[in-house]
């Protein structure tokens, strides 16, 4: 329990799940992501589909693939700071199979050609979950620093990374392994006490066998 | 854990011999990891936040859906001939705008939430104008409310979609509530009672927006949760007590939201949102617009 939950956040409104959430979604997309979106497909789901239009979701999550946060003013207006930008973005709506009712499917193109789909969730308060990265279930908040390694499924690369991090001194708070099916490709989210250094992340992306690496540092 | 009841942090603080508001904010600190001066600022930016989505209200904006804005500029204007007196004048008029701000995408305190973020401001702005009450002093009784939330969050809820409005604005109501007797100079005792008195009169209100929106009614309930915290506080100060202590009448609205059927927890389809009028509103299907 933070009492920060309870008081705040500082949020343009209707909604801190419909709203804030969703602006916090694009904004942890796009770090997700790594570098500035030029495309985006975007699939609003279920309560989202029926009511976002008059939630402000969809700029809400257009603000945040922006860059903006929650409490950011230029929210309402995201779609024209999009156009200057240069964000080309496309929203309809998916059913989605066995998510919050709050959820969206982000399908991101980068200005470098890195591309990235994420399903993800606003739980209520303004607090997500990031529930999907490239077809993989994961299940973490955004809150604390986290590293998402894609990799082949293969013996010894949690060892690799965990010795690494330790080898740091970065404490991890919680580990998650998932994979798409034996000996296929596998990914690790580890969330961390203290921010990943920067020659950590250079130094997995260029080990044999890793596919992906993505850094997350917190809103 | 620390939010598990009101009384056990009243008699915790005491065993510590620290000041309630101080024993919730180093308890928090201390879990998040932060100093003290961290913690503060954090208090002081809401703070700061709520004063300045007061001023930025303008009463010319309409939401997207049309439903919402304007009434606050029409409460500021007739606040001298108000029936209740201006000060009940003045407490409506914050309220209203609040919500209308809201509504319409402008920047606001989630207090406990979007939906119920006029309560607090509309009782603690037009308090702290009339009665010139240092800014430090509001910080503490903010500090003291958000234990007061983190209780009924911990015991109940203060989501529409989980337990009805009476979670939503009952909640901010309780909590405006307890801030306000702090204010006053009441003791913890009536800080509880006050909570008390304000939540039991918003049991069982349900969560039933028109077309699933935050605008009709919840605006306008935004008043009604901010005069009942102001009412509850009067009897309270007047030496009226409440027959159920605090967090047993937090444990009966939760009780009461856990029962409350799913039409009546934010889905939008009962109550005024099944009305005639509310259909109106969703065959204009503005989400087009």
């Known amino acids: ?219 | 854990m620390i939010f598990s009841g009101y009384a056990d942090l009243i008699q915790e603080s005491r065993e510590k011999g620290e000041e309630l508001w101080h024993y919730i904010l180093l308890a928090d600190a201390n879990e998040k990891g932060i100093s003290e001066e961290e913690s503060m600022e954090m208090m002081n930016h809401l703070w700061e936040a709520m004063k300045m989505a007061s001023d930025n209200y303008d009463g010319t904006r309409k939401s997207a859906s049309g439903l919402s804005g304007g009434n606050g500029a029409k409460m500021k204007a007739y606040k001298e001939k108000c029936i209740s007196g201006e000060f009940i004048g003045e407490v409506i008029a914050e309220a209203i705008s609040m919500g209308e701000s809201n509504a319409c995408m402008r920047r606001i305190v989630a207090a406990p939430t979007a939906g119920s973020c006029g309560v607090l401001p509309a009782v603690l702005i037009p308090y702290c104008r009339k009665y010139q009450v240092p800014d430090q002093k509001v910080i503490e009784a903010l500090y003291l409310t958000a234990g007061m939330g983190g209780v009924i969050a911990t015991r109940a809820s203060i989501a529409g979609a989980e337990g009805g409005c009476q979670a939503e604005i009952g909640s901010a109501s309780a909590m405006a509530a307890a801030a306000l007797v702090y204010l006053a100079g009441g003791t913890l005792e009536q800080t509880a009672d006050a909570a008390a008195l304000a939540l039991k009169g918003l049991l069982g209100l349900v969560c039933d927006p028109i077309a699933g929106l935050v605008e009709v009614p919840c605006v306008k309930r935004n008043v009604i949760g901010a005069v009942n915290a102001i009412t509850a506080v009067d009897m309270v100060m007047a030496g009226v007590t409440s027959f159920v202590p605090v967090d047993q009448v937090i444990d009966a609205m939760g009780e009461i939201g856990r029962n409350m059927l799913p039409m009546y927890r934010e889905t939008g389809e009962g109550g005024l949102a099944a009305t005639p009028a509310a259909r109106k509103v969703k065959q204009q299907d503005f989400r087009k617009a």
């Open chain 1, 1 to 219: 329990m933070n009492i920060f939950d309870i008081l705040g956040p500082v949020m343009v409104g209707p909604s801190s799940s419909h709203t804030a959430g969703a602006a916090k979604i694009g904004y942890v997309s796009r770090a997700l992501l790594g570098e500035k979106p030029v495309e985006a497909e975007i699939f609003l789901h279920g309560s989202f589909a029926l009511t976002g239009k008059g939630h402000g979701t969809d700029r809400a999550l257009i603000a945040g693939l922006l860059g903006m946060k929650p409490d950011d003013g230029r929210i309402p207006d995201s779609f024209e700071a999009a156009e200057e930008e240069g964000l080309q973005f496309t929203i309809g709506t998916m059913a989605l199979k066995e998510v919050h009712p709050n959820s969206v499917l982000l399908r991101l193109k980068g200005e470098k050609g890195r591309a990235l789909e994420i399903v993800a969730s606003s739980l209520g308060g303004g607090r997500i979950r990031i529930v999907q990265i490239d077809g993989i279930n994961t299940d973490f908040s955004g809150d604390y620093p986290t590293l998402i390694v894609h990799n082949l499924d293969q013996p010894g690369y949690v060892a690799e990374v965990a010795s690494m991090l330790s080898h740091k001194s970065v404490n991890i708070a919680t580990l998650n392994l998932y994979r798409n099916k034996r000996g296929g490709y596998a990914v690790m989210v580890i969330e961390t006490d203290q921010p990943v250094p920067e020659e950590v992340l250079k130094w997995l992306a260029h080990l044999e066998g890793i596919i992906k690496v993505t850094y997350l540092q917190p809103v």
